[in-house]
Structures are given as C-alpha cells and as structure tokens.
C-alpha cells in the first residue's frame, strides 16, 4: 500500500514540473500548432538555422517562453512571424489571460512581420534582432502591460515598431488598447523605404526609454496620435487616451515629413525629454498638431531645429533646454516665433499665437 501511495504522488508531482520541447527544424508552425497542453517552453536548439514560410500561431497559454537559444528564424514572405488569430472582441477579451516571453533570436528575418501579437497581458519581448519584414516588424494590438527590451529592427520596408488598439470586429480605440506598454533600449535602423520608425495609436501610458531611430531617412522617426478616425487634419479627440513619455531618444538621420508627429487630445500629457537630434534637418523637428508637448533637458538644439504647429495656440512647456530653444516673440507675419513655427495651419489658425507657451531654466 506505501508503494502505490508513493507511486501515486511521483505521478501527481511529475505533472507540476516545467515541460520543456525542442522545435523541430523542418516544421515550425506545425510544431506550434501541435503543441502539448503541459508545455511551458519551447527551445530553438534543434538548428542554428530554421525556415517558416508561414504564420506562427501562438497556443493559449498562461506563460508560455519562447527561448530562440540564439538560432536564425527565417520567414517566407507571406509570414506574419510569431502571432494570435482572434475572431472578434469577445474573443480578445478571453485571450488577455494568455502571456508570452519571446527572447534571445539571433535574428527573425523577412516575412510581413516578426513579431504580431494580439489580445495578451503581460508579455515579453526581449533580446531579439528582426530584419527585413516588409509590413511590420513588431505589431502590438490589444497588448496590455507589454514590454520590447533590447530588440532591435534592421531595414523594415515600411513600419518598425507600432503599438495600436485592435482592429477586429467589435474592436475600437476605446476598448482594445494596449495600454502602459515599455519599449526599452530598442532601436530602428531604417531602410529608404521605411515610413516610421515607431508608431503609438490610440493608447495610454505608452512610455519609450532609450531607444533610438538612425539608417536611411524615413516618413517619421515616432508617430504618436490618438485620431479615433485615423485622420490627422483635426485635433485628436480620443477620450480615454490621457499620458505618453519618451525619455532619452536618440535620433541620428534626417526625416521626409517630420521626426515626431504629436496629435493627442488637448489635456493629454506628452511628456518628451533628453532628445538629441543629431545633425541639420529641413524637416520638422517636431510636427504638432494637439495635445499639452512638455519638453524637457534638450540638451542640444541646432539653429535649423524647429517645431512646426497646425494650430495657432499650441499648448507646449520647454524646460531646462537649449537656450536656442526660443519661443519668444511673434515675427514672420504672424508665423514664427524663435523656434516655433505655424506650418500647413488648420482652417481658421492663421495667425500664431502664444497664450499657452512658455520657455523656463532656458540653458545659455
């Protein structure tokens, strides 16, 4: 009776124990598709090269890691890379307990996107280096609480990183976010082609530390809005969108169109400090459109910088800046004020106006 009792138990033990699998080289999707409900992690160690040419569907999992073990991952042109597949809202809501950690890929390559997660709290995305997907690279929608460290994106053909609401059925920008979701120490080496480096929609508390945007030029280093209509020729009215921070960005190439695009809602806080633009742009530093843009510690400002406002009455606080910084006196027919600039003015805002701009602690 003792032996069965131990027996029993080893059994019972046996199943609380971590499962690892091995992913095998010649069929990735299957292999995910086919997964063991015990798993809690997968290994990339069967080959330093593996080849998918198409989606890799993410099981529901409360954690599962995704360990690429340094190994190559290329995709085929049609791949989505590592994602989720959700019918609607009602479905992204029940995916929200599921989480991932997807870490240490020497490289993702190709594909529309590496990265395409959908519907998840809490994931991780870490150590990873993704070149060459011609949509995306990374592709966060409906990611709660989500953090990208030290994950690099060479040559994407057209967006690098973009954290957006959903877009399924019965998705909006006011019930899908991905809310307070951490990009850290990530960088964008831009191809000619690229459009924008990163790219926030539609969510709140979005913070990026330490990233930078350098390569080839492109539309927009960080394209931050919060248009619930996805037209940026009026001020951002998304009710639910309140904060973003950026903190020590570094941005080493010229833009096409403007470096940072800002159109959030009039009280929320864009909070944008320790930027160091390397180098002479003809394009706009900065592109407002609406929102309360605090800028703080910018350390270095050339005299060709400048801040280029679709509105008359912008709501911008400089502090601790450059001293060439200046948003002083109007001059210019009513269309310049030291670095600040009235430029492509919305109907009705052609003259500019400084009730709401104020320079303090300016740096000599």
């Not at 499962?19 to 330093?48: E, I, M, S």
């Not at 395409?116 to 690279?137: F, I, W, Y």
């Not at 502090?319 to 310049?336: E, F, I, S, Y």
Request: charged share 20%.
């Amino acid at each position: 009776m003792r032996a069965i009792i131990s027996g029993l138990l080893l059994c019972c033990t046996a199943n609380l124990f971590a499962k690892d699998y091995v992913v095998p080289p010649d069929d990735v999707a299957g292999f995910f598709a086919n997964l063991p409900k015990d798993a809690t992690r997968v290994l990339f160690t069967a080959a330093a090269v593996y080849k998918c040419q198409t989606d890799i569907v993410l099981p529901d999992a409360q954690l599962l890691v995704v360990d690429g073990a340094g190994a190559r991952l290329i995709l085929g042109p049609a791949s989505n890379g590592f994602t989720r597949r959700i019918r609607d809202q009602k479905h992204a809501e029940s995916c929200t307990g599921y989480r991932y950690l997807i870490r240490d890929f020497a490289s993702i390559e190709g594909g529309r996107k590496a990265i395409d997660l959908q519907a998840t709290l809490g994931s991780t995305v870490e150590n990873v280096r993704c070149k060459g997907q011609t949509e995306a690279a990374v592709d966060l929608r409906f990611c709660l609480l989500t953090r990208l460290e030290n994950v690099v994106l060479t040559m994407p053909a057209k967006r690098g990183f973009v954290v957006r609401a959903g877009d399924w059925a019965g998705a909006s920008w006011s019930n899908s976010q991905s809310n307070h979701t951490v990009l850290e120490q990530c960088r964008v080496y831009c191809a000619a082609t690229t459009t924008e480096a990163f790219t926030v929609l539609n969510c709140n508390g979005v913070r990026m530390v330490d990233c930078i945007s350098e390569g080839a030029p492109c539309d927009h280093d960080l394209f931050l809005s919060a248009s619930t209509d996805g037209h940026e020729d009026a001020p951002a009215r998304n009710s639910v969108v309140k904060q973003f921070a950026l903190s020590n960005f570094h941005v080493e190439h010229a833009t096409r169109v403007a470096s940072i695009h800002v159109n959030m809602p009039p009280r929320s806080s864009v909070d944008i400090d320790q930027v160091y633009w390397n180098g002479r742009f003809t394009a706009p530093a900065i592109r407002y459109i609406s929102g309360q843009l605090n800028l703080s510690d910018i350390g270095w400002w050339n005299e060709g910088l400048y801040i280029a406002s679709r509105i008359a009455a912008p709501r911008i606080n400089a502090d601790r800046c450059h001293g060439a910084l200046r948003m002083d006196q109007v001059t210019g027919g009513g269309k310049r004020a030291g670095s600040l600039r009235l430029v492509d003015p919305l109907p009705g805002n052609e003259t500019l106006q400084l009730n709401y701009v104020r320079v303090t602690r300016s740096a000599m």
